[in-house]
Protein backbone atom coordinates (compact mmCIF):
# COMPACT_ATOMS: atom_id res chain seq x y z
CA UNK A 1 0.00 0.00 0.00
CA UNK A 2 1.19 3.68 -1.13
CA UNK A 3 -0.86 5.56 0.31
CA UNK A 4 -0.45 8.15 3.42
CA UNK A 5 -0.10 5.67 6.84
CA UNK A 6 -1.49 6.88 10.43
CA UNK A 7 -0.67 5.09 13.66
CA UNK A 8 -2.12 4.37 15.99
CA UNK A 9 -5.75 4.34 14.58
CA UNK A 10 -7.31 4.54 17.65
CA UNK A 11 -5.98 5.90 20.93
CA UNK A 12 -7.62 6.02 24.01
CA UNK A 13 -6.56 8.10 26.92
CA UNK A 14 -6.75 8.89 30.57
CA UNK A 15 -6.95 13.23 30.81
CA UNK A 16 -3.96 14.48 31.11
CA UNK A 17 -1.72 12.16 29.25
CA UNK A 18 0.47 12.60 26.96
CA UNK A 19 -0.35 11.15 22.92
CA UNK A 20 1.67 10.87 19.96
CA UNK A 21 0.48 9.90 16.52
CA UNK A 22 2.65 9.26 13.77
CA UNK A 23 2.23 9.76 10.12
CA UNK A 24 3.91 8.36 6.64
CA UNK A 25 3.28 10.05 3.98
CA UNK A 26 2.98 9.40 0.26
CA UNK A 27 6.67 8.68 -0.90
CA UNK A 28 7.15 11.16 -3.02
CA UNK A 29 5.17 13.86 -1.66
CA UNK A 30 7.72 16.74 0.36
CA UNK A 31 4.67 18.48 1.75
CA UNK A 32 2.63 17.20 4.76
CA UNK A 33 -0.46 18.33 6.23
CA UNK A 34 -2.11 17.68 9.65
CA UNK A 35 -5.30 18.17 10.60
CA UNK A 36 -8.07 17.55 13.03
CA UNK A 37 -11.57 16.61 12.75
CA UNK A 38 -14.90 16.64 15.34
CA UNK A 39 -18.04 14.84 15.14
CA UNK A 40 -20.42 16.78 12.41
CA UNK A 41 -17.60 18.79 11.50
CA UNK A 42 -15.45 19.29 8.41
CA UNK A 43 -11.75 18.72 9.07
CA UNK A 44 -9.88 21.55 10.27
CA UNK A 45 -6.32 22.85 9.68
CA UNK A 46 -3.60 22.56 12.13
CA UNK A 47 -0.02 22.94 10.48
CA UNK A 48 1.86 21.79 7.57
CA UNK A 49 5.46 21.00 6.78
CA UNK A 50 7.41 21.54 3.52
CA UNK A 51 9.91 18.55 3.68
CA UNK A 52 11.46 19.23 7.18
CA UNK A 53 10.27 23.18 8.02
CA UNK A 54 7.08 23.89 9.57
CA UNK A 55 5.89 26.28 7.52
CA UNK A 56 2.73 27.17 9.43
CA UNK A 57 1.95 26.57 13.13
CA UNK A 58 -0.38 29.23 14.45
CA UNK A 59 -3.62 27.13 13.77
CA UNK A 60 -2.19 24.61 16.11
CA UNK A 61 -4.84 24.52 18.56
CA UNK A 62 -2.92 25.39 21.86
CA UNK A 63 0.69 25.27 23.27
CA UNK A 64 -0.15 21.56 24.51
CA UNK A 65 -0.09 20.61 20.38
CA UNK A 66 3.22 20.47 18.38
CA UNK A 67 4.41 18.00 15.44
CA UNK A 68 8.11 16.93 13.77
CA UNK A 69 9.19 16.05 10.96
CA UNK A 70 12.77 15.64 11.56
CA UNK A 71 14.23 14.30 8.55
CA UNK A 72 11.43 15.59 6.20
CA UNK A 73 9.89 12.11 5.64
CA UNK A 74 7.21 10.64 8.60
CA UNK A 75 5.98 13.14 10.90
CA UNK A 76 4.87 13.07 14.62
CA UNK A 77 2.23 15.21 16.28
CA UNK A 78 1.93 15.28 19.71
CA UNK A 79 -0.75 16.42 22.40
CA UNK A 80 0.71 17.04 26.01
CA UNK A 81 -1.64 16.93 28.91
CA UNK A 82 -4.38 15.99 26.53
CA UNK A 83 -8.03 17.53 27.69
CA UNK A 84 -11.62 15.72 27.08
CA UNK A 85 -11.83 18.54 24.44
CA UNK A 86 -8.93 16.90 22.65
CA UNK A 87 -11.19 13.84 21.43
CA UNK A 88 -11.07 13.98 17.93
CA UNK A 89 -10.27 12.51 14.40
CA UNK A 90 -6.66 13.42 13.42
CA UNK A 91 -5.83 13.17 9.70
CA UNK A 92 -2.84 13.60 7.80
CA UNK A 93 -2.25 14.27 4.10
CA UNK A 94 0.24 15.00 1.56
CA UNK A 95 0.66 16.36 -1.30
CA UNK A 96 3.63 17.00 -4.21
CA UNK A 97 3.84 20.66 -6.16
CA UNK A 98 2.70 20.09 -9.45
CA UNK A 99 2.97 21.98 -12.61
CA UNK A 100 -0.31 22.58 -12.49
CA UNK A 101 -1.89 23.52 -8.94
CA UNK A 102 -4.73 21.73 -7.87
CA UNK A 103 -4.99 21.87 -4.43
CA UNK A 104 -5.17 18.11 -4.14
CA UNK A 105 -4.21 16.55 -1.00
CA UNK A 106 -4.09 12.72 -0.37
CA UNK A 107 -5.60 12.12 3.08
CA UNK A 108 -5.09 8.62 5.66
CA UNK A 109 -7.31 6.89 7.59
CA UNK A 110 -6.96 8.98 10.79
CA UNK A 111 -6.42 8.20 14.23
CA UNK A 112 -9.06 8.63 16.55
CA UNK A 113 -8.06 10.14 19.76
CA UNK A 114 -10.47 9.14 23.04
CA UNK A 115 -9.56 11.23 26.09
CA UNK A 116 -11.55 9.56 28.75
CA UNK B 1 -15.81 32.40 11.53
CA UNK B 2 -16.87 29.78 9.10
CA UNK B 3 -15.42 30.73 5.59
CA UNK B 4 -16.91 27.82 3.59
CA UNK B 5 -20.32 26.62 4.43
CA UNK B 6 -22.68 23.32 3.61
CA UNK B 7 -26.08 24.32 4.68
CA UNK B 8 -27.65 21.03 4.07
CA UNK B 9 -26.51 18.59 6.35
CA UNK B 10 -27.89 15.46 4.21
CA UNK B 11 -29.55 14.63 1.20
CA UNK B 12 -31.59 11.87 0.12
CA UNK B 13 -31.76 10.80 -3.42
CA UNK B 14 -32.76 7.73 -5.67
CA UNK B 15 -31.03 5.74 -7.87
CA UNK B 16 -30.29 7.22 -11.29
CA UNK B 17 -31.45 10.69 -10.50
CA UNK B 18 -29.59 13.57 -9.94
CA UNK B 19 -27.40 14.52 -6.53
CA UNK B 20 -26.90 18.33 -5.78
CA UNK B 21 -24.68 19.42 -3.29
CA UNK B 22 -24.20 23.28 -2.52
CA UNK B 23 -21.41 24.90 -0.93
CA UNK B 24 -21.08 28.90 0.07
CA UNK B 25 -17.82 30.60 0.78
CA UNK B 26 -16.61 34.31 1.89
CA UNK B 27 -13.41 34.44 1.61
CA UNK B 28 -12.53 36.19 -2.22
CA UNK B 29 -8.83 35.12 -2.08
CA UNK B 30 -10.08 31.28 -2.51
CA UNK B 31 -8.31 30.79 -6.04
CA UNK B 32 -9.19 26.72 -6.14
CA UNK B 33 -12.33 25.00 -4.94
CA UNK B 34 -12.76 21.04 -4.47
CA UNK B 35 -15.04 18.11 -3.29
CA UNK B 36 -14.32 14.97 -1.17
CA UNK B 37 -15.59 12.23 -0.65
CA UNK B 38 -15.54 10.06 3.00
CA UNK B 39 -16.76 6.57 3.73
CA UNK B 40 -17.10 5.71 7.37
CA UNK B 41 -13.70 4.82 8.92
CA UNK B 42 -12.50 6.14 5.58
CA UNK B 43 -9.63 9.52 5.40
CA UNK B 44 -11.36 11.96 2.79
CA UNK B 45 -10.33 11.55 -1.01
CA UNK B 46 -10.44 14.00 -3.38
CA UNK B 47 -13.43 13.90 -5.70
CA UNK B 48 -13.05 17.08 -8.35
CA UNK B 49 -11.46 20.42 -8.48
CA UNK B 50 -12.30 23.75 -10.06
CA UNK B 51 -10.14 26.76 -10.54
CA UNK B 52 -11.55 30.34 -10.00
CA UNK B 53 -10.87 31.52 -13.33
CA UNK B 54 -13.54 28.51 -14.65
CA UNK B 55 -17.34 28.18 -13.94
CA UNK B 56 -17.33 24.66 -15.14
CA UNK B 57 -15.61 21.17 -14.45
CA UNK B 58 -16.56 17.87 -15.59
CA UNK B 59 -15.37 14.37 -14.72
CA UNK B 60 -17.62 11.69 -15.87
CA UNK B 61 -20.65 11.63 -13.52
CA UNK B 62 -19.53 14.52 -11.47
CA UNK B 63 -19.25 18.14 -12.35
CA UNK B 64 -18.74 21.07 -10.25
CA UNK B 65 -20.14 24.59 -11.14
CA UNK B 66 -18.55 27.55 -9.55
CA UNK B 67 -20.34 31.08 -9.68
CA UNK B 68 -17.78 33.79 -7.94
CA UNK B 69 -20.02 36.19 -8.14
CA UNK B 70 -22.49 34.35 -5.58
CA UNK B 71 -19.78 32.86 -3.99
CA UNK B 72 -21.53 29.41 -4.54
CA UNK B 73 -20.31 25.93 -5.52
CA UNK B 74 -22.27 22.85 -6.88
CA UNK B 75 -21.57 19.42 -7.16
CA UNK B 76 -23.88 17.91 -9.50
CA UNK B 77 -23.85 13.89 -9.75
CA UNK B 78 -25.15 12.08 -12.59
CA UNK B 79 -26.77 9.55 -12.97
CA UNK B 80 -26.71 8.94 -8.89
CA UNK B 81 -25.43 5.67 -7.91
CA UNK B 82 -25.66 3.75 -3.99
CA UNK B 83 -22.47 3.78 -3.66
CA UNK B 84 -22.16 7.70 -3.92
CA UNK B 85 -23.54 7.22 -0.09
CA UNK B 86 -20.90 9.12 1.59
CA UNK B 87 -20.47 12.34 3.50
CA UNK B 88 -19.31 15.05 1.23
CA UNK B 89 -16.98 18.13 1.65
CA UNK B 90 -16.93 21.15 0.15
CA UNK B 91 -13.05 22.47 -0.09
CA UNK B 92 -11.25 25.86 -0.94
CA UNK B 93 -7.97 26.84 -0.86
CA UNK B 94 -5.58 29.93 -1.80
CA UNK B 95 -2.58 28.96 -4.14
CA UNK B 96 -0.21 31.14 -2.36
CA UNK B 97 -1.14 28.98 0.86
CA UNK B 98 0.56 26.13 0.29
CA UNK B 99 -2.50 23.39 0.12
CA UNK B 100 -3.95 24.66 2.80
CA UNK B 101 -7.74 23.57 2.80
CA UNK B 102 -10.82 25.32 4.32
CA UNK B 103 -13.04 22.69 4.82
CA UNK B 104 -17.14 22.98 4.88
CA UNK B 105 -19.19 21.05 7.26
CA UNK B 106 -20.09 17.99 5.12
CA UNK B 107 -23.14 16.58 3.67
CA UNK B 108 -24.52 13.36 4.44
CA UNK B 109 -25.24 12.09 0.71
CA UNK B 110 -27.45 8.62 0.63
CA UNK B 111 -28.58 7.06 -2.48
CA UNK B 112 -31.39 5.02 -2.24
CA UNK B 113 -31.56 2.14 -4.54
Known amino acids: DTGVSQDPRHKITKRGQNVTFRCDPI?????LYWYRQTLGQGPEFLTY????????KSRLLSDRFSAERPKGSFSTLEIQRTEQGDSAMYLC??????????????FGEGSRLTVL | DQQVKQNSPSLSVQEGRISILNCDYT??????FLWYKKYPAEGPTFLISISSIKDKNEDGRFTVFLNKSAKHLSLHIVPSQPGDSAVYFC????????????FGEGTQLTVNP
Open chain 1, 93 to 106: ASSQPQREYTGELF
Open chain 2, 27 to 32: NSMFDY
Open chain 1, 49 to 56: FQNEAQLE
Open chain 2, 91 to 102: AASEETSGSRLT
Open chain 1, 27 to 31: SEHNR
